[in-house]
């Protein structure tokens, strides 16, 4: 079968769901086949916009006009295999999405609340890069306190309420949102985010890469 087809993926799931590692994984398969895949992050996003960094520092949430607007740009200047983190998040941006591409598969990663809420426990964060880590499994740092990508220390923040209030706006905003275009036609795969492997994710690829040949 010929695979040049190029990804392009909506990544999605609460809080601690697993998309991070999801991504990370995802890259390591498709390097393996000499392929690469673009991510498109909010939180990069946020770091490179003055004006979203405004926003950030306040505690503020971004207005949508803002956010499709950087999506936009950023989604027409890239080409290739794409995977789509953080967008979108609200019923407007799914809107959005479909005026811009709607070429986009949905990975939702399906996860019950009480595991989320156990990685969280066990999450590490890199201050400098953001790369995000456990301190126990196959997600945990090569060496014990320090990121693989840059080096730099690794802090452990756990806020339980903040996560709890996460998981509340993603259920109120965005899972309806995702439901809105799997029902405008995007075809949704379900991802078990329990015990995600590598398998399971080469899986996943040739099940999207096969629909989107059928």
Known sequence: ?????NLRLLICGMPGAGKGYLIKNLKRVLNNQKKTIAQIHCKDIIKEDPLCRQFAEKGELLPDELVISIFRKKLEMTKGNIALDGFPRTFNQAKALLDIDTNFVIWKIQVNQETVLQRVQNRITCHKCGETYSIIGKNAPHIEG?????????????????????IEIYRKQTEPAIEFLT?????CFVLD???LEQNDIERY?????????S
Do not use: A, P
């Open 146 to 166: 320090i990121c693989d990508s840059c080096g730099s220390k690794l802090e452990r923040r756990v806020d339980e309420k903040q996560i709890q209030k996460r």
């Open 183 to 187: 029902q405008q036609g995007f075809k």
């Open 1 to 5: 079968m010929n695979t040049e087809v």
């Open 193 to 195: 985010g329990t015990h």
């Open 205 to 213: 690829i040739n099940e999207t890469i096969g629909w989107l040949y």
